[in-house]
T-cell receptor, first 112, second 113 residues
């Protein structure tokens, strides 16, 4: 079982729709959860982080964490073509607090 | 300001060359990281420096040699690389602590011929 799992996609949504990206993790001791956006050929850009169960909203982005189900998600409202990118889920742990494990990423395509 | 800078942006080297990648941050972060990323794959952790000391080495071959001269600078010395080492090399930094977030630099795209 992979430590951090994501559906590789591509996930295609029409412009203006809500994109829902999902991630599951295997280590129940994980404490911190991150979403990075990565455009082709560029470096990952941090867009959200969440530590506690529940929802965290920042502009068009909402991160949701359910530690009991070991599940974290990212919702993108009013999706724009510029949101088309690969979204990486990252989890702190296992292996110590400095080690962040990345999922393989979900490619999102927003269709104009 | 969450800027991490990396030089060079692109690097082409032969298998007998010695080169270095550089990373710099002025955010006062105490932890710095090197990642390697191949196409369509997630970043893979190589090294972690915490308070200028090497704290994690993910069993990286010795042809990669990290160095942290001070809290703002991180180098990756390259020697006798193989073509399969061609990748995007990413530097990141973070404040340190269990909940801290990592910020990435723009990366160095390395091609080994």
């Amino acid at each position: 079982q992979k430590e951090v799992e994501q559906n590789s996609g591509p996930l295609s949504v029409p412009e203006g729709a809500i994109a829902s990206l999902n991630c599951t993790y295997s280590d129940r001791g994980s404490q911190s959860f991150f979403w990075y956006r990565q455009y082709s050929g560029k470096s990952p850009e941090l867009i959200m982080f969440i530590y506690s169960n529940g929802d965290k909203e920042d502009g068009r982005f909402t991160a949701q964490l359910n530690k009991a189900s070991q599940y974290v998600s990212l919702l993108i409202r009013d999706s724009q073509p510029s949101d088309s990118a690969t979204y990486l889920c990252a989890v702190r742990g296992p292996g110590g607090y400095q080690k962040v494990t990345f999922g393989t990423g979900t490619k999102l395509q927003v269709i104009p | 300001d969450t800027e991490v800078t990396q030089t060079p942006k692109h690097l082409v080297m032969g298998m007998t060359n010695k080169k270095s990648l550089k990373c710099e941050q002025h955010m006062g972060h105490r932890a710095m990281y090197w990642y390697k990323q191949k196409a369509k794959k997630p970043p893979e952790l190589m090294f972690v420096y915490s308070y200028e000391k090497l704290s994690i080495n993910e069993s990286v071959p010795s042809r990669f040699s990290p160095e942290c001269p001070n809290s703002s600078l991180l180098n990756l010395h390259l020697h006798a690389l193989q073509p399969e080492d061609s990748a995007l090399y990413l530097c990141a930094s973070s404040q340190g602590g269990a909940r801290e977030t990592q910020y990435f630099g723009p990366g160095t795209r390395l091609l080994v011929l």
